[in-house]
């Protein structure tokens, strides 16, 4: 029997240490192709290029296994790589290991669960993986294994159409994992700040800084599994509708 066809991307670009060792736990259970940006990608959420040239080219990055470097975002990527497989369909999606977590509203900010909805839509089970360590440095262990148990079972599985899954593990050794929970996705927000700067030239410069604030007091969240020492697993729909509220719209007299 044929391997799966893996589909390998992420948003920390694709000589990244958490596409690294993505790649090593994918490898285990298909063939690959990996499609990640040239450089960095954080925080594109779903966006797409479209005002300049997209290109893509293959990369000496991950030898063994069937590599592009493109010049776009996490989601374009994802576009590349169906163009480049034709009419062949991809068995599963895996985007990360992104440096730094991904939970709460975090989702839709994140270039990698960006590339995981994308496969979503285009009916590719698909997952992010993302690990609370920003750190170049940071150790992938636990998050591996994790990887490894989530990917398993999606092929065992499978996914429903339009649904991807966003993985976080928090920054313990694989001993000091407590476990994987099935959670929803915590209430919390970045209060915002923009702090105004100069250069070195004396030109005033803003950046974009904030506090991450949460009053979410569940035990079901993927926040309060994070910080208790699990890894949260949410399945994520790109459907946005607010299905409780559409029958009240109805009833608007517009």
Known sequence: MAKPLIVVTNDDGIDAPGIKNLVQVAAQFGELLVVAPSSAQSGMGHAVTVNVPLTFKESEMHAEHLAYACSGTPVDCVKVAKHILGNRKADLLVSGINHGENSATNVLYSGTMGAAIEGAIANIPSVGFSLMDFSFDADFKAAKSVAAKIIDQILQQGLPNGVCLNVNVPKVDPEGLKGIKICRQAKAVWDDKL????????????????????????????LWALHNGYASVVPQKFDLTDYNFLDSLCNWEI
């Open 195 to 222: 702090e105004k700067r100069q250069n070195p030239f004396g030109r005033e410069y803003h950046w974009l800084t904030g506090q991450f604030e949460s009053a979410d007091t569940g035990t079901d969240s993927d």
